[in-house]
Nanobody
Framework: QVQLVESGGGLVQPGGSLRLSCAAS????????MGWYRQAPGKQRELVAD???????NYADSVKGRFTISRDNAQNTLYLQMHSLKPEDTAVYYC?????????????????WGQGTQVAVSS
């Protein structure tokens, strides 16, 4: 059973920095895509950033230039480095991973989610 365990959330002042971590129970090399989503009160969950097994990254326009997603295959860990945090970044952040099983002709995809970690940006 795949498990994603998040850490690093907390309270930070506007303009500050925070680093989120997501530890996977298995080798993250087997995940074709990993990413971070967030959900603020009263809003739908939205993609923050993701990264493919080949290292290609994708960011929401609202965080481009401020956030950096990365992965450490040796430690089976996904990271989100956040700089220049704004009050609108306040949300519960979720780690996400997608695993593909089987040959390309008959591939099956499975989605996994972390428990979420609270990020609060306030002065």
């Amino acid at each position: 059973q795949v498990q994603l365990v998040e850490s690093g959330g907390g309270l930070v002042q506007p303009g500050g920095s925070l680093r989120l971590s997501c530890a996977a129970s298995g080798s993250i090399f087997r995940f074709n895509v990993m990413g971070w989503y967030r959900q603020a009160p009263g809003k739908q969950r939205e993609l923050v950033a993701d990264i493919t097994g080949g290292g290609r990254t994708n960011y929401a326009d609202s965080v481009k230039g401020r956030f950096t997603i990365s992965r450490d295959n040796a430690q089976n860990t996904l990271y989100l480095q956040m700089h220049s945090l704004k009050p609108e970044d306040t949300a519960v952040y979720y780690c996400y991973a997608q695993k593909e099983i089987g040959p390309v002709e008959r591939v099956q995809k499975y989605d996994y989610w972390g428990q979420g970690t609270q990020v609060a940006v306030s002065s």
